[in-house]
């Protein structure tokens, strides 16, 4: 089976760095995919991380250590927008190309 | 707008009805998965279809069943509902069925299924 973790809440202000931390445990990892989930909405890609190391794009970063079974996602700047969910998702083999998710990190962003 | 679409986007029923929800998936994509996601559970897989087949399958209960048409729109029935069923139901699309490359899946607004 899978099992997948992260923080259920973080708060963080506004111009400020948070890194949200995830863990897995799975046979047949594919992939480590980062979604961002707003109330009420569809989740939309962050990133994807298949390698070990680090991702980045624009604020966002995703980093990978598969023999640790372990990833992050760090947050550079935040905005107030950055309030949202953020899901940590593996991609199983035997799984077709189906997502597992963990039941994501509430961030609260204040100013 | 990801380009997945779904209908309806609310439906309020009672328990023990029968519901049937629908998604186009984006131009191209073959790939079709649908989630639920409730708030104690998440965001759990149900099942995947690919260009028609059925690809894989997660938690799907005996009462759920999916299909996909050669046009590639799905539709996911739910039958003798119950309290528990409500949440919201997405469905998502990507591009292929195999494991390389990103494959990112891009996910529809979701329909708010309200079993009374």
């Known amino acids: 089976g899978q099992n997948i973790d992260q923080p259920t809440e973080m708060t963080a202000t506004e111009g400020a760095i948070v890194q949200i931390n995830c863990t897995y445990q799975?046979?047949?990892?594919?992939?480590l995919f980062w979604y961002q989930q707003h109330a009420g909405e569809a989740p939309t890609f962050l990133s994807y991380?298949?390698?070990?190391g680090l991702e980045e794009k624009g604020r966002f970063s995703s980093f990978l250590s598969r023999s640790k079974g372990y990833s992050y996602l760090l947050l550079k700047e935040l905005q107030m927008k950055d309030s949202a969910s953020y899901l940590c998702a593996v991609r199983h083999n035997q799984a077709g190309t189906a997502l597992i998710f963990g039941k994501g990190t509430t961030l609260s962003v204040s100013s | 707008d990801s380009g997945v679409t779904q209908t309806p986007k609310h439906l309020i029923t009672a328990t023990g009805q029968r519901v049937t929800l629908r998604c186009s998936p984006r131009s191209g994509d073959l790939s079709v998965y649908w989630y639920q996601q409730s708030l104690d559970q998440g965001l759990q897989f149900l099942i995947q279809y690919y260009n028609g087949e059925e690809r894989a399958k997660g938690n799907i209960l005996e009462r759920f069943s999916a299909q996909q048409f050669p046009d590639l729109h799905s539709e996911l029935n739910l039958s003798s509902l119950e309290l528990g069923d409500s949440a919201l139901y997405f469905c998502a699309s990507s591009p292929q069925s195999g494991l390389a490359g990103t494959n990112e899946q891009f996910f529809g607004p979701g329909t708010r299924l309200t079993v009374l």
């Open positions: 991380n298949v390698l070990d």
């Open positions: 799975t046979s047949g990892f594919n992939g």
